[in-house]
C-alpha cells in the first residue's frame, strides 16, 4: 500500500516539478500558438542540415592543426553522429508528446530527475545553444568571403579571422550576422516561423542540386585512401559533426508556440532527423568525391569543389544560397536558447526580469542578451574550439534525457504519451553509451571549459535559484498552490 502521509521536501535540490504544471502552461506565459506541423518539421530541418553540410564536413575531410584528416570516411563520422543522435531523438519525442513545454531537456530533466539536474542542463543549454549559433555565423562569413572572392573582392584578413590565424583579429561578418538573425527573431514567432519555412525549402533544393549536379564530377580516384589515418579519427570526426545532427532539441523548446505540441512535436522531431541525414550522407559522399580530401576548402568545401571542377559560377550562386539557408539553423538555436531561458526565468531560477514579453509574444530582452553573446564568441573565438564546446553540452543533455524518459517511464507509467519509443529500454541506453563515448573523444581542453561552466552554475544556484525557485515556498516568487515532488513521493 503506497504511503500518501509523506512529507513533500520543499528544500531538497531533488524537488520536481508536477507533470501538470508542465503541461499547456502557455495560456498565460505571452508566448502564442502559431506553429504548426509543418512549419515545426522546417524547424527542426533548419536546426539540423546547414552548416554540417556547408563548413564542419569540410572542415572534418580536411583536418587541421589538432585533428587528422577523416578523408572520404567523414560519411561515417555523420552516420556514427546520427545514430547516437536517433537515439536520443526517439527520447526527445517521448518527452515532447508528454510535455509540450519550453525548455526542452532543461523542461524533462526537471520533472524527471528533479530540480538540480534540471538547472544544470539549462544552464548548459545557454551556453552551447549561445555558441551553436556563433559556431554558424562564423562558417556562413567564409561562405561570404569566397562569394565575394569570385567578384575579386578581398575583405582584409584582420576583419575576417579571429585572432589565431594569422593576421587576423575579430571576425565581424560574423557579428553582423548574428546581430541581424537576433533581430529577425524579435519580430514574433510567426514572422520566424514563415522565413524559417521558406528558407529551408530553398535550402534542400540547394543540397539536392549540389548533390545531383555533383555526382557528373565524381572521381573515384578520390576516395583512395577511403581512410588516410586509420579508424581512430573518424570518432573525432563523429564528435565534431555531431554539431550538425541534433537540431531537433532546440526545436522542442518552441512546444508551447505549436498549434498542438502533443500530437505534432515527436513527428517533427523524427522526420527531420530522418531527412537531414539523407541529405547529409550524400552530400558527404559527393564533396569527397568531387575532390581530394587534402584539396576541399575547410571553410567553403562545396564552393572549392565546384571551383575545382572548373565551375565557378556554381560556386558562387552555392555561396549565396549557403548564407540563405545556413541562417535557418542560427534560428532555430536562438529560439532555443531564449526559450530555455525564459522557462528558467518563470520557474524562478534566473530572475524573473528575463520572462517578460512583448506584444508580439517575444521575450525581447534574452532574445538580444543572447545574440550579443553570440556575436561575441563568433567575432573572437576559433570555429573548432566553439564547435567542440557546443557538443559536449549538448551530449551532456542527451545523456540527462535518454536518463529521464527511462526513469520517467518507470515513476509515471501512465503519464499520457502521445509517442511511446520502441525498445524500452535499449533504446535510450544505446544513447546514454553513444554520448559518453563521443564526450570522450572531444579535446580534454573543451572539457576543462565545460567544467568551468558548470562549476559556475552550481554557484548561481546555490546563491540564488535554490531559494528564488517557485517550489520554494520560502521564495519571493512562490505562487499559493505550488507544490513539487520528491523521488519519495508516491507516483
Known sequence: ???????????????????????????????????????????????????????????????????????????????????????????????????????????????????????????????????????????????????????????????????????GVVNIPAILICLFVTFLLSRGTRTFGRFEL??????????????????????????????????GPVFTGAATVFFAVFGYDAMSTAAEEAKDGRRHMPKAIILSLVIAMVLYVAATLVLTGMQNYQDIDPKAGFASAFTGVGLPVVASVISVFAVVSILTVMLTFLLGATRVWFSMSRDGLLPGWFARVDRRGVPQRVTWIAGLGAAFFAGVFPIRAVADLTNIGILAAFVVVCI??????YTKPDAPRTFRLPFMPVVPIVGVGFSLFLISQLHPETWLRFGVWLVIGLVVYFAYSRRHSLLNPDSPRHRPGTTSETPGDTP
Not at 567523414?74 to 509540450?100: C, D, N, Q
Open 404 to 409: 529521464a524518459v527511462i526513469v520517467f517511464r
Open 1 to 167: 500500500m503506497p504511503r500518501t502521509d509523506r512529507p513533500r521536501s520543499t528544500t531538497s535540490v531533488w524537488r520536481r516539478k508536477p507533470v501538470s504544471d508542465m503541461t499547456e502552461e502557455s495560456g498565460g506565459s505571452g508566448l502564442f500558438r502559431t506553429l504548426g506541423p509543418w512549419q515545426l518539421t522546417a524547424i527542426g530541418v533548419g536546426g539540423i542540415v546547414g552548416v554540417g553540410i556547408f563548413s564542419l564536413a569540410g572542415l572534418v575531410a580536411h583536418g587541421d592543426a589538432t585533428t587528422p584528416a577523416v578523408g572520404p570516411a567523414v560519411v561515417l563520422s555523420f552516420l556514427i553522429a546520427g545514430l547516437a543522435s536517433a537515439a536520443a531523438a526517439l527520447s526527445y519525442a517521448e518527452f515532447a508528446g508528454m510535455i509540450p513545454r519550453a525548455g526542452s531537456a532543461y523542461s524533462y530533466g526537471y520533472v524527471a530527475l528533479g530540480e538540480l539536474v534540471g538547472w544544470f542542463i539549462g544552464w548548459d543549454l545557454l551556453l552551447e545553444y549561445v555558441a551553436i549559433v556563433a559556431v554558424v555565423a562564423i562558417g556562413i562569413s567564409g561562405y561570404l568571403d569566397a562569394f565575394l572572392s569570385g567578384f575579386g573582392l578581398e575583405l582584409p584578413t584582420a576583419i575576417t579571422e579571429t585572432a589565431d590565424q594569422p593576421g
Open 198 to 231: 521558406v528558407a529551408v525549402a530553398i535550402k534542400i533544393l540547394l543540397v539536392v542540386f549540389i548533390v545531383v549536379l555533383g555526382v557528373f564530377f565524381i572521381d573515384p580516384a578520390n576516395y583512395d585512401p577511403f581512410l588516410p589515418n586509420g579508424f
